[in-house]
């Protein structure tokens, strides 16, 4: 399966469709919604980690690298999963978190127990001085980065949470003991893997950072080209069917021409995230500031053709299980709600790079507005509210920034029906429901050919009909518009356009030719008006053009 012509849907199995009447989504969830899948014309579904763990990070605290958590199901359940893909013509993509593990597990029990093989799985370190920590690092959830053992009167790293140790790749036993696991799921016929944070793996200089939080000592590390061709090598890269992602944190465009180039020694393509940080204040995001559109157009068409140009490849999105929902944070909840969720899905849906929808963007779910403290569930949203508080933000303000802001937004429950729980469960939620899911579900959407669904199933298979989505060179237009991004593809003889107008007002754009001579593809009204060369867009109207040269 070529990636390049290929889609990935992301699950949150806990989030996704819960199968027991729990309250929690499970495996069997999964595997009875694959007919919706290939409905919609997904060719592999990326789903979050589902080992046993004890949740302090929703899954990513992983206790037992080798078996399914019981409230997801179990092996057989997995099994049963692969097998319901495959016969569906969708593969299953697993998501790995190896800098870290959960303090639960078996290695860190050993290595708190005194044993100094596996204690030197894990970085610890002596501190600068009585209750001093080795470096003052941050931690990404908040607060300092290393945790006190008293028994050893050192401290061990935790770039995630307390509970959360990261673990030394620099020790080759860990390396191998890594290798297992990924040969162990290729077994089981697993043909994707995603990489959590995996370029912050190799640790640099264990200094104070007088400059910022501490990053710039531990991301795109000294040896982290080494050790992902190592892996690459002894695992993943002896198959040809498999694609691989790495999640990339805050890293640099340069290192990811190595990190996803096509000559296949590392990785198959990368996530970055530097386009869905033009929302923050340098990397604050517990802010509230208004979307900087040039920044987000130069970022997006910076990383398009450096890597391009580089022979690297991208992953393409704008959701997953740590974003806020797309429509909300770019779009429009309310009058243009179907045409700015359209919009948004036609511009990265023909970008060069593998598109990723995550679970409920095909619907144009929103953020959940949550008001309370209880129903927030994300323990960096917890943290931040609370640090916001102690530094004097009202309540009322951080309620505000959490709303745009927190990871919850992405996990509330898949809207099915219209019914109590969404279809999701027969039970209340882990998750409140957000209330919108009455007029928001898939049931409504797939009887409705105009539905933001069946506009997706649309861009899904103009990529497999259409090389120059899949295999074109990316040419920016007109960059410095005030409201419209677009782009051209072209490949061979074919040429697309894409334009996107991405504000609630209309706006006109010259296209600098005349588009008599182009065949519409696709766009978010269902009719068009886009003749000559000086086009007026509507609001959040975006349209695909195509023509052979």
């Known amino acids: 399966m070529d990636f390049k012509k290929s889609v990935v849907y992301q699950i949150y199995p806990k989030s996704f469709c819960d199968s027991n009447g729990d309250g929690f989504g499970d495996l069997k969830g999964v595997t009875a919604k694959l007919d919706y899948l290939k409905e919609l014309g997904v060719d592999y579904i990326w ?5 046993v763990s004890p949740q302090n990070d929703n899954g990513y605290d992983v206790e037992d690298y080798y078996n399914i958590d ?89 770039l995630f949470d307390v509970t959360q140790a990261d673990l030394n790749w620099d020790n080759p036993e860990v390396r191998a003991e890594i290798q297992k ?16 944070v995996v370029n912050l793996i190799s640790k640099g200089a264990f200094e104070d950072d007088f400059e910022g939080d501490g990053r710039r000592f531990y991301t795109d590390g000294p040896r982290i080209h080494e050790y992902l061709q190592e892996l690459n090598a002894a695992t993943f890269g002896t198959d040809a069917e498999i694609i691989t992602v790495g999640e990339m944190s805050s890293t640099s465009m340069e290192n990811c021409y190595r990190y996803a180039s096509e000559d296949g020694k590392e990785l198959s393509m990368v996530f970055s995230f530097h386009h869905l940080k033009t929302d923050f204040v ?51 909840e309310g009058k243009y709600w179907k045409e700015s969720a359209k919009m948004l899905g036609t511009v990265i849906h023909c970008l060069r790079g593998t598109p990723y929808i995550y679970q409920g963007e095909e619907l144009g779910m929103t953020n959940a507005g949550f008001n309370q403290i209880d129903q927030y569930k994300d323990v960096e949203s917890l943290n931040h509210f ?25 996990r509330t429950p898949m809207q099915w029906d ?16 957000n209330p919108n899911h009455v007029r928001i579900n898939a049931e409504a959407q797939l009887q409705d050919e105009d539905s933001i669904f069946h506009y997706y199933q649309k861009l899904i298979r103009l990529r497999k009909d259409y090389d120059v989505i899949a295999y074109g060179d990316l040419e920016p237009l007109d960059a410095k518009h005030p409201s419209v ?24 754009w010259d296209a600098g030719c005349d588009l008599e001579g182009y065949t519409r593809l696709a766009g978010s009204y269902a009719d068009t008006s886009l003749v000559g060369t000086e086009v007026k867009l509507r609001p959040y109207e975006a349209a695909v053009l195509y023509k052979e040269n």
Not at 182 to 193: N, T
Not at 386 to 410: C, F, Q, T, W
């Open 485 to 508: 991004m677009a782009y051209r593809r072209t490949w061979e003889n074919q040429e697309l356009l894409m334009i996107a107008n991405f504000y609630g007002k209309e706006t006109a």
């Open 418 to 433: 219209g019914g109590k729980y969404a279809g999701f469960s027969d039970a209340e939620p882990w998750i409140s429901v």
């Open 70 to 158: 019981p409230r997801y199901g179990t092996m057989e359940d997995f099994e049963e999963l692969c097998q319901g893909a495959a016969d569906r013509g969708i593969r299953i993509m697993l998501d790995m978190v190896f800098n870290h593990t959960s303090t639960r597990h078996e290695w860190f029990q050993k290595a708190l127990s005194g044993d100094p093989r596996y204690k030197d799985f894990y970085i610890f370190k002596k501190g600068k001085g009585p209750g001093v920590p080795p470096t003052n690092w941050e931690s990404k959830f908040g607060g300092n980065s290393w945790e006190y053992v008293e028994k050893f009167d050192e401290y061990y790293l935790h």
């Open 282 to 332: 340098g990397n604050e995001k517990w802010v509230i500031v208004p979307n900087d559109f040039q920044k987000l157009k130069q970022i997006l068409f910076d990383w398009q053709t450096h890597m391009s140009e580089n022979h690297a490849w991208n992953a393409v999105f704008w959701c997953n299980h740590d974003q806020p929902r797309v429509v909300s944070r770019m779009g429009d």
């Open 386 to 410: 609370r640090i916001l508080v102690e530094k004097g933000v009202p309540e009322s303000a951080a309620y505000e920034i959490l709303k745009i802001h927190s990871r919850d937004n992405s």
């Open 181 to 196: 696991v990924v040969r162990f799921w290729m077994e089981k016929g697993v043909k994707g893997f995603r990489f959590d």
């Open 47 to 51: 789903m979050t980690p589902f080992f």
